[in-house]
């Protein structure tokens, strides 16, 4: 399980500052998806033929096609800084 120790490091690795509540709060939400995930790890995943009669086929499933986007700059406009057609994101890490 997550600790609040374990928190408190992932927080500073993430630059974020989160009050002692707000700690209490996600140490037991990151308990919880832990739990979720030990649950699933426990789950039978063994394929069974009957459980795919109602499943979609691959062969109904749209082809993926190759575009290219009209609105290229449209989208660049919404960014608060652009360089050679790229974000410009600050660096966190060191």
């Known amino acids: 399980m997550i600790t609040?120790?374990?928190l408190k490091m992932l927080c500073d690795l993430s630059r974020l500052d989160l009050s002692?509540?707000?700690?209490?709060f996600y140490e037991k939400s990151?308990?919880?998806?832990m739990g979720l995930m030990d649950t699933i790890?426990?789950?039978?995943?063994t394929y069974n033929n009957k459980d795919m009669?109602?499943?979609v086929s691959f062969s109904e499933l749209r082809a993926d096609e190759v575009s290219t986007y009209e609105n290229m700059r449209?989208?660049?406009?919404?960014?608060?800084?652009?360089?050679?057609?790229q974000f410009v994101v600050p660096?966190?890490?060191?």
């Not at 990151?30 to 998806?33: I, T």
């Not at 449209?74 to 057609?85: A, Q, S, Y």
């Not at 660096?91 to 060191?94: G, L, Q, Y």
């Open 41 to 45: 790890g426990e789950s039978d995943f």
């Open 53 to 55: 009669e109602n499943a």
């Open 74 to 85: 449209g989208i660049l406009n919404n960014g608060p800084e652009v360089d050679d057609d």
């Open 91 to 94: 660096k966190v890490i060191d």
């Open 30 to 33: 990151m308990q919880d998806v």
């Open 4 to 6: 609040k120790e374990d």
């Open 20 to 24: 002692e509540e707000e700690l209490e």
